[in-house]
């Protein structure tokens, strides 16, 4: 992860960056942080196939299928909803599942969400946290009802903008 961090920091990311990651390591925080990083010109209508390809190839992870949607993580969604909505409409009208994904991905967070974001942001700038069991021990510690540390650490953040450098 330190690696793609550092190399975004030169470079930014192309499509077949963020396929050769999700063959290897599946729709985790290295495409993630790669599809958040992609470059500009990747995502207009000249490389609308490249796109579509990998999306096609995303459609059987479950990760990402409609029912999983709302769990995953703000920079997640955010990351997935940029790919997708790169997309020309012509394509999108005539896939349904697209249609519907774009649908969920286009719905504003919630005050939970966001504030669950920036909340963990600043725990891990505010304490230094550069390991995820720091980050674990930390929130294990902090004095909040069990119920509020599991949602904290539910999806944990394992990548940040590269420009805080957030490593946890």
Known sequence: MHIILQSLQVQNAIVADAKCAYR????????????????????????????????????????????????????ARSSYRKLINSLPQRVVCNNESLKAKIQLLNAFPTLFDLSRHAFRMHLVKFYSVKYLGEFFQLVENLPLPKVLKISICKEPPMYSDVNTKCLV
């Open 24 to 75: 290897y390591y599946g729709f985790n925080e290295e495409v993630v942080v790669l599809l958040q990083h992609l470059e500009p010109s990747e995502l207009d209508s000249d490389n609308s196939l490249s796109v579509l390809d990998f999306l096609m190839h995303l459609e059987s992870d479950h990760k990402v299928s409609i029912n999983n949607l709302g769990n995953l993580d703000l920079i």
